[in-house]
């Protein structure tokens, strides 16, 4: 049995959930990371025997558009998927359902599903650092009843919350932009899952690509990209409410 984890991780978040999941199952792992710009998809096949841990962010409680049409490219072939939801604590609302569909219109069976809490990605503060201890050892729990599914080889139709139709979702909104301590190094522009910075000038930002990620403001050397203070503000304070009591990781098999 090959075990691969596809991820879509753009500020490492998600991956540490992945690799806490798919180390618990085995030392040697290939790894599909669909945050790569470069990615393409295409002719990436999986065979019946293999088992694939797909893991991706909630942003607005949906799956990243991004992320949906890198795996919707990728060619599962009857291959056991694990599903894996990573949100800031507020909500992952439709996000592990329209996993779901997603990855098994890609030809895969889903075998579990995950729904796990790490820091936020924009508001730092909410959920601070999440995976924790106890984050951890529920996570180590989770994989091993998972991987006892697996070696059982049962295939149970999965109960997922979420509705369908999908909720809405939600534009990016939160453009980071270079500051005063911007070299130029084009580290950001090179990172970016979506292409949006301009290579030769990192100041420019298409808005119209950006996803919010934070990746280029996470992976910054010199510091030197941020959210405008004001509107981080606001949102922070919109969001306090529902990211204040912590929520919990939750196995679906």
């Known amino acids: ?117 790490a820091e936020h990605s924009i508001m730092r503060q909410f959920a601070a650092g999440r995976p924790d201890i106890e984050d951890k050892r529920v996570l180590k729990d989770y994989a091993e009843k998972i991987q006892k599914k697996l070696l059982n080889g049962t295939l149970t ?7 369908r139709p999908y909720k809405k979702a939600m534009g990016g909104g939160m453009v980071p932009q270079s500051g005063k301590n911007c070299n130029q190094c084009g580290l950001c522009a090179t990172q970016c899952p979506v292409g949006a910075i301009d290579a030769s000038n990192s100041k420019i930002v298409d808005k119209s690509k950006c996803i919010s990620c934070m990746r280029c403001v996470s992976n910054c050397p010199q510091n030197a990209r941020a959210i405008n203070k004001v509107m981080l503000s606001a949102a922070s304070i919109a969001m306090k409410k529902a990211c204040q009591s912590r929520k919990q990781c939750e196995l679906f098999i």
């Open 157 to 163: 139709e999965l109960q997922i919350p979420g509705n």
């Open 1 to 117: 049995m090959t075990y691969t984890q596809v991820v879509f991780s753009p500020t490492g978040g998600t991956r540490k959930v992945s690799e806490l999941l798919i180390s618990a199952w085995t030392e040697n792992w290939n790894t599909v990371d669909i945050s790569d710009m470069k990615f393409e998809g295409e002719g990436y096949s999986f065979k019946q025997e293999d088992t694939v841990l797909i893991a991706i962010p909630s942003y607005g409680g949906r799956v990243p558009a991004t992320a949906t049409r890198r795996i919707s490219n990728l060619h599962g072939n009857g291959a056991k998927a694990v599903l894996v939801c990573v949100y800031g604590n507020r909500a992952y609302e439709d996000t592990l359902v329209e996993l779901k569909d997603i990855v098994t219109e890609a030809g895969f069976k889903v075998t579990a599903a995950v729904a796990a809490v």
